[in-house]
T-cell receptor, first 109, second 114 residues
Framework: RKEVEQDPGPFNVPEGATVAFNCTYS??????FFWYRQDCRKEPKLLMS???SGNEDGRFTAQLNRASQYISLLIRDSKLSDSATYLC??????????FGPGTRLSVLP | DAGVIQSPRHEVTEMGQEVTLRCKPI?????LFWYRQTMMRGLELLIY????????DSGMPEDRFSAKMPNASFSTLKIQPSEPRDSAVYFC????????????FGPGTRLTVL
């Protein structure tokens, strides 16, 4: 089993839709969690960290479920500019980032 | 700050040739990472340095790959000899600390080995 797994894409949604991605991780000792965004032919960039109590940043909401070992990302009122690949990242103490394979999102006009 | 700088941005070479990729991290960042990204395998960590010292190179695919960090502002990833299966985008990233700080990525080097 891979350390970090994500929903297979692509997700094709209309503008204004709400879309959710899930990510599961295998290491129960994992401590830090992030969502990165990668535009086509560009480098990954941090979208948001994921905190135990869940957190929101504008239209984006991240949730963590330690018991079930998954994190989620919810995008509300999706925009054309949200089209990208979303990478789930998990780290453990003393270990480095493990990136998931990514989920591709296309927001259609 | 200009961010993480990588060169060259594109490299096309023939099988068997030596390839050297270069990276300048963000000033003040203690950690430097080299990643490889392909469609098949996604983003893979190859090696990372802390204060110029290699900490974990378990992701380096084989002896043909080597990385150095002679000082805090420069690192190289070398492939010798190169093979077609090395074709990928190679990213360098830097961060202030290890596992709980944002990693800042460079624009990547797109390597094609013919």
């Amino acid at each position: 089993r891979k350390e970090v797994e994500q929903d297979p894409g692509p997700f094709n949604v209309p503008e204004g839709a709400t879309v959710a991605f899930n990510c599961t991780y295998s290491n129960s000792a994992s401590q830090s969690f992030f969502w990165y965004r990668q535009d086509c032919r560009k480098e990954p960039k941090l979208l948001m960290s994921v905190y135990s109590s869940g957190n929101e940043d504008g239209r984006f909401t991240a949730q963590l479920n330690r018991a079930s070992q998954y994190i989620s990302l919810l995008i509300r009122d999706s925009k054309l500019s949200d089209s990208a690949t979303y990478l789930c990242v998990v780290t453990s103490y003393g270990q480095n980032f493990v990136f998931g394979p990514g989920t591709r999102l296309s927001v259609l006009p | 700050d200009a961010g993480v700088i990588q060169s060259p941005r594109h490299e096309v070479t023939e099988m068997g040739q030596e390839v050297t990729l270069r990276c300048k991290p963000i000033s003040g960042h203690d950690y430097l990472f080299w990643y490889r990204q392909t469609m098949m395998r996604g983003l893979e960590l190859l090696i990372y340095f802390n204060n110029n010292v290699p900490i974990d190179d378990s992701g380096m695919p084989e002896d043909r790959f080597s990385a150095k960090m002679p000082n805090a502002s420069f690192s190289t990833l070398k492939i010798q000899p190169s093979e077609p299966r090395d074709s990928a985008v190679y990213f360098c990233a830097s961060s202030l600390s290890a596992s709980n700080n944002e990693q800042f990525f460079g624009p990547g080097t797109r390597l094609t080995v013919l």
